[in-house]
Each structure stands twice: as C-alpha cells, then as structure tokens.
C-alpha cells in the first residue's frame, strides 16, 4: 500500500511536503472524506485534488537535457524561445528542478518524481552544483580570494564560491563548485566586483553529470 503524500507526489510531481500541505489544507478528497495525514490508500479508493480525481501513479520519469543558451526554462516564454521548444510533447508533463536562466547552458533536470525534486533543490541536501564560467577580463589573486574565503556581499546576503582554473595561466575561465542556488547567484557575485559572466554552462547537478550528452539533446536517467 501508498501513503497518501506519496501517492499524491507520484501522481501530480509534487514534493511530498507539497502533498502534505494539500492534505492539510483540505483539498485532497478520499471518496469523497478528507483523509489523514498518513492515510494508506487502497485499490478501490477514489482519489482527488481540488475536486480533479487523481490518474493512479505511473512510474517517475526523469531525463538530463543540455540547455542551449537562448531559451527559457518556462513553458510560456512571453515571446522567447524554452525549452519545450526543444522537446517531444511526451515530455512535456516533465518539470524542470531549479532553473537555468536565459543566458545560461547546460545541465537541467527534468523529472515527474516530486520527491527527487525536494532532494536536489532543499538546502539541507547540500547538493554540488558544477559550472563553467567565462568572465569578460582576467579575474586577479586578490578577487578570488574575496569570493572564496571571505565571500561577497550581496542583497539577499553572502555569497561564497570555490573556483578552480579550467586552463592553466588563463584567469577569465574558471569552474565554479557552489552548494547554494540562488537567484542568479554566479552572475550577480562577479558583478559586484566588477564583472561580466559572458558564459556560464553547468556541468554537474548533486549526482548527475552532462558528459557527453550534445547541445539540445536529452537522455534518460537509469
């Protein structure tokens, strides 16, 4: 048997946090009666939110897509191109974990799990974030020392990030190791100092890895 927060996040994409609230905010119906919190769901139950019965969970789905710079991960773009753009309709019910903005490339997930979602997007799962990151003028001994040990001040609070050359006596390219994911976090920590992010690709996301996947392209994960 299926609790109802998992059935629920299986059957919609929500995390199970945002099945819980559903439950607790009285918009979940099992056979008509709102359920508890831990609630088995059996065969026969008939299962709805806001009113709309629930499909039974199929198995999660979840890909690895290359981000081409020039789309935006929304579905409705407001005039620009997204990433739906690129992929089969199949796909289309797949939603995307964290964003890349318009600008940026490289590796997004995709996925139905909501579970999955929470585990590579909630601070307390620590999760490695990857980048490749082209400034628009050498970066000097004395910056990256602010951003890696001091850290850079801004708006929404402190912003450190670990950098690692990406080609020897080159100090425009860097990769760049974050645990954070805020808005922007990369571009607006170079800013402030001065500087322009002309290129920032992602490479890792928690455990998983672009590779060799070629711009535009998706694939599955095991």
């Known amino acids: 048997m299926t609790r109802i927060n998992k059935y629920i996040a299986q059957a919609t994409g929500l995390s199970r946090r945002a099945a819980d609230a559903a439950i607790a905010e009285g918009r979940v ?4 009666d709102a359920p508890q919190a831990g609630y088995d769901v059996q065969p026969a139950d008939t299962i709805t939110l806001d009113g709309k019965p629930l499909a039974a969970p199929t198995t999660t789905q979840t890909i690895l897509f290359n981000k081409p710079a020039g789309y935006v991960v929304s579905r409705d773009g407001q005039g620009s191109r997204t990433i739906y753009d ?18 940026s490339s490289g590796l997004l997930v995709l996925t139905t799990d909501g579970d999955l ?28 020392q602010m951003i890696q040990d001091r850290g850079v001040t801004l708006e929404d609070g402190p912003s450190s990030l670990q950098l690692e050359r990406l080609r020897e006596r080159n100090d425009t390219a860097w990769r760049v190791t974050m645990h954070e994911g805020r808005n922007r976090q990369i571009r607006r920590t170079f800013a402030a100092l001065g500087y322009d992010v002309i290129r920032l690709h992602r490479t890792q996301f928690g455990e998983y890895h672009l590779q060799q996947l070629p711009n535009g392209h998706f694939t599955a994960t095991p």
């Open 29 to 32: 119906h099992i056979n008509g």
């Open 86 to 103: 690129l992929l089969p309709l199949a796909l289309h019910n797949l939603k995307p974990v964290g964003r890349l903005d318009k600008n």
């Open 117 to 144: 979602a929470q585990r590579l997007t909630h601070p307390r799962y620590h999760k490695v974030k990857v980048y490749e990151v082209t400034l628009d003028k050498p970066l000097p001994p004395l910056h990256r």
